[in-house]
C-alpha cells in the first residue's frame, strides 16, 4: 500500500497537569518510514495541516531497534514501539496518543521511573562478591540459559502494564514485568540464593496477589516474553513461600 | 592521615560509564551518574554480536597473544600496542565477570560458554548472548549499579545532559555542568574528578547504525575546552546495514559469523529472485577474493570490496547500491537460537525472513575508531600499571574517558566485538587509578571556591538563553540532516582530497547557516531543541576534525582510504617477506632478485608510508577550527607489517 501523504493526529500536553489537545499534520509517505521518522519530519517542518506553525512534538526515542524500550506510545489505540510502527502497513491517519497509565512529562513522552524502583524492591541483581576475577561463574545447562534469555529481553518498555486492567496510575501494581524479572533472577544459580526476598517483595501490597490473570499483558509485549508462565510460576512459589513462612513461624 | 571523602561524576551509562561507576563504588567512592535517558536505555544496548575473549574453549589454539595480534593487525598498527595487548589479556576476566552477573550468554552442551566466528580472526573468540549481547549486558551492569544505588554510593541523573567541565585557573577539572533535560535548568556539580563515557558519534552522519543520543557533542564539548581529539578522521563503515529513513540498521557481523554469505548476481541486470539464482551465476565476491579469511575480513576490507562490486563494477542486486547477504541455507532453529534478536530486526523492518529469503544490505556509518585523546602508563613489561591515575585521562587533568568516546585500543579499524570489550576493560580500567587520582588532588572538590561553579553555569546560563533567542531561518533539524548528507556524500569509505575540501567549505556554510538558526520551542520543560542546537553546534565541530585529518592524511590506513595513496599490494605478496626484508637490511641493501618481482619496490613503498603516516592524529582547537598534529604510536612489542586476508 504506498500513499502520497500521511496524516498524523498527536494528543499534545505541554507539562504535567496541563490541558492535553491535538494537532494534526500531512505529511510526504516516504519508503521505509515509520512513526519516528515522521515525528522527525515534523521536528524539521512543524507546521499542522491548517498551516500553523506551532513547537515540535517531544517523544523518547533511542535505538530505533526496539531494543532499548524508550519510543513505547499509544499508536491508533493500541501500546506498542513507535520504530517498529512502519507507516505503510498502518491506517491513515496515525494516532499517536502518550500512555495512558503513567505520568505525562510532555507530549508524548511519560514518566517510567515507577518500573525502575520496582527492579530496586525486587532486587533484581545477582549479589555477586564483587568484580575481581574469581574464576568462572556456575556453570549450567543451555536448556535453562535459554528460558533465561526469553525473559532477559524485557527493555523495560511498559507496553505490559499500559495494557493491565489492574495497573493504574495511582495503585501500586507492580505490573507483569516486575513478577517476570523475579523469576528470571530466580532462574540463575547464584541468583536463586536470594530467591526468598525476591517472593517476598511480591507478596506485599501491589504484588503477585492482585492479579487478575486477564493476561492481556503477554499479548502487546513486543519482546514476546512469556509473561504469562512467569505470573503461573511466581504465583506457584509465592504460594509455597506463604505455607513455609506459616509454618516456620 | 584519613582518607578525603571522594566524589566522582560520571556521564553516560551505557558499557563503560556502568562499568567505570561500578568498579569506582567498589573503593567506596561515591558517584554521580549522568545520562542522557535512563542508563538500561543506552545506545550500548544496540550492539548485537557479541564481545571477544581468548577463551579457546573449542581447542583451536587461541590466546590472548594472537587476540593481541588481530587487534593491532586488524587496526592497520595503529593502535597503541601495550593497550590492546592488556585488554586482550583481560580478555578472559571479563567474561568470566559478565557471566557471574548473570548474563545469559549461549552455552555449550556441558554448560559452558560458547563462542563464535566474527571478523578480522581465524578462531572462535566471540562470547554472546543470541544476538543481543550487547543488552544483555548493559542489563547486568545496570543491575550492579542498581545494586549500589540502593547502598547509597550511586546517585543517578538521569534525564540530564552534560554540557561542558568546570575547568579552574591552573586548568584542572573540578566538575562538571549538566543541564537538567525535563525542568530545563542547568547545573553545576563539584567533583574530584569527571569521567566522560558518552559512546560514538554517528549522528553527526544523521543517518547511521547509531542511537540518537549518539552525537559526540560531550566530546567536541571537551575539545572546545581545549581537550586533544585523536585519530578522528577514522570511521568504521559497517558493511552490513539495512534502509530506513531515520536509522540504518545493522545487520551484525555475527550473520557471517554463523555462516552468512555475501553474495551479488554475476552478471549485471540479473534481476531473477535471488533463489532462482544457481550458484554458478553467484559471485561471492568475499570468498573469491579472500580463500581465507571469506566473509569474515575485516570491515573496512568487506566494505572497500562492497563498494567496488556496486559502484565500479556496477554488480549491485536489482542495480542498487546493495548486496545479498545469505542465510538461507542455515536451519532456522539455529538462526533462531543464535542470531534471533537480528532475524527480528530484519523481518520487523522489512516483512522479510532471512530464513527463506537473502537479505539485502549494504554499508552504513557504524562507529568511531577515533575519539577523545587519554594517556596511560605502561608496566614496563608490554602491559598497562592498572593503578595509575595516568591511565585514561583526557589533556585535561581530572577529566576522564572511556569507551567509544576514547581512541587507543582499535587503531585505524576496530575488529568485530572488540567495542564491547574496550568498552568495559577500559570501564574498569579507570577504576584504582582515578581513585588515586582523587586521593592525591591538592585539594579536594569542597575547597574550590564555589565562584568557579557559579561562574561556569552562568556561561551556560548564558549560552543557552543565546541559544532560545535565535530567530533566524534555519531549521535546525534540517540542517542537521544536511550536515548529515554532506559527510555522508564525501567523507565514507572512499575518499578523495578535492571532495574533503569541498566538505570543509560546506562545513562553513553550514556553520554561517548556522547562525540564522530559528528555536522552534522557548519554552522551558521538557524542550529538547536547545539542547538540540547545541548539539549540532558541537557536530559541525567534530565534523571539521574528521574531514581535516582525512584531508591531511594522504594515505590508506584501515578505514581511511584514498585510491590515489593506495600503495597497490602485489599479487602474492606475504607480509613475512616484509618482516625478512627488515632484516636483511640491517646485513646491507636487500636485493632485487631475493623477492618476487615488484615486491622489494612495493616493500620499500610501505616503508617509506610507515614512516611518514603510522602516527596518530592529534586534533586541538585554534582559532575556530582543529590544529593539526601528529604523535607517535606504541609500537613496542610487534613489528607493523602490511596487512592482507587472502
Ligand atoms: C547496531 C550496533 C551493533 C553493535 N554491535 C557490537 C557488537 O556486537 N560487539 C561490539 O563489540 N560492539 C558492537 N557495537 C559497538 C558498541 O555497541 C559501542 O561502541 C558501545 O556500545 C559504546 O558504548 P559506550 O559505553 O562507549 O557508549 P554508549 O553505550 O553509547 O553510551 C553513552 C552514554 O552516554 C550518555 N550520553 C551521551 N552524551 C551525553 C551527554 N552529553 N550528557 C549526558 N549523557 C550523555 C548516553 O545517554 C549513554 O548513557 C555495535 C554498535 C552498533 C551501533
Ligand atoms: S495477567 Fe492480567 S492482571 Fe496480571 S499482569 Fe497480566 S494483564 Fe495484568
Ligand atoms: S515484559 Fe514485555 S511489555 Fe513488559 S516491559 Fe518487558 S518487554 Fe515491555
Ligand atoms: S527507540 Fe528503542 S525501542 Fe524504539
Redesign the pocket.
Known sequence: MTRETIALKIKRQDAPGAKPYWNVFKLPSLPHANVISCLQEIQRNPVTADGKTVTPVTWDC?CL?EVCGSCTMRINGRVRQACTALVDILEDPIVLEPMSKFPVVRDLQVDRSRMFENLRKIKGWIEIDGSYDIGEGPVFPEKIREKAYALSQCMTCGCCLEACPQFTLTNDFMGAATFSQVRYFNLHPTGAMNKEERLEAVMKSGGIADCGNAQVCVEVCPKKIPLTESIAEIGRETTLQLLKNLVLK | MPRREKKIVV????????SATMKICEFKVRVTL????P?K????????????AAIDTKGEGDSPEIHFYDTVKGGDFLAHQPLARDMCHQGPAIIRLMDRMGVAFNRTAEGHLDFRRFGGTLYSR?A?AGAT??QQL?YALDEQVRRHERDGLVQKLEW????GAVVDGAGVCRGAV?HDLRAGNILAIAADAVVL????P?QIYAR????T???G??AA?AYLQGAKYANGEFIQI?PTAIPGQDKL??M???ARGEGGRIWVPRNPGDNRDPLKIPEEDRYYFLEENHPLFGNLVPRDVASREIHDVVYNRKLGVGGQPTVYLDLTHQPPEFLERRLGGIIDIYRKFTGQDPSRVPMKIFPAV??SMGGLWVDYESDGHGMVDHRSPRNQMTSIPGLYA????DYQYHGAN?L????????IYT?LLIGPGIVRYCDNLDKGRDAVPSSLFDRAKKEWDNRFAEIKRMNGRENPYALHRELGDLLLTNVLIVRENKKLLETLDGLDGIEARFKDIKCLDTSDWSNPTPSFIN?LYNMIHLSRIITKGALLRDECRGAHYKPEFDLNQPDRFDPHEFIDYLEKKQYGPPREEDYPPGHLAYMRRFEANEEEWLKTTIAQYKNNGPEISYEAVDLSLVTPRPRKYD
Open positions: 533511542n531497534e | 556521564i553516560g551509562g551505557g558499557l563503560a560509564g556502568l549522568v545520562s542522557f535517558q542508563v536505555r543506552s545506545h550500548s544496548v544496540c550492539a548485537q554480536g557479541g564481545i571477544n566471540t554472546f549481547t550487547g548493559v540530564h545532559e552534560y554540557l549538566v563515557a558518552t559512546g560514538g554517528g547511521s547504525t547509531n542511537s543520543v549518539c552525537t557533542s560531550a564539548s559497517h540498521r545493522l551484525s557481523e555475527s557504524h562507529y572511556a569507551g567509544e568516546v576496530r568485530g566485538a572488540n567495542s564491547l570489550l574496550s568498552c570501564g548539539q
